[in-house]
Nanobody, 120 residues
């Protein structure tokens, strides 16, 4: 049974920073890729960032959604089975539920979500 548990969400002022964590119940290298997605009320879930965690030629490669490029950074700590999302220069439009996703053999696992609210 694969479990992904997010933490680190909360309320932050515009321009502030926040770091989300996603702890996996398996070694990160067991997955092909991991990523962060977000969903705001009334909107579709969208890509935030992904990172290749499996043992391929593209290991460590990251991608970012256009809305967060240059402000957010995805990273992982294999020793802790943990993926991170460092968020800086936060804007009110970053307010959303943030989800951790892990993919292996075309199967997706999702975490329960962490709420991030950016407000004065």
């Amino acid at each position: 049974q694969v479990q992904l548990v997010e933490s680190g969400g909360g309320l932050v002022q515009p321009g502030g920073s926040l770091t989300l964590s996603c702890v996996a119940s398996k070694s990160l290298t067991w997955f092909n890729t991991m990523g962060w997605y977000r969903q705001a009320p009334g909107k579709q879930r969208e890509l935030v960032a992904t990172i290749v965690t499996g043992g391929t030629a593209t290991y460590g490669t990251t991608t970012y959604g256009d809305a967060v490029k240059g402000r957010f950074t995805i990273s992982r700590d294999n020793a802790k089975n943990t993926m991170y999302l460092q968020m800086a220069s936060l804007k009110p439009e970053d307010t959303a539920e943030y989800y951790c996703k892990a993919t292996v053999a075309a199967y997706d696992y999702w975490g329960q979500g962490a709420q991030v609210t950016v407000s004065p």
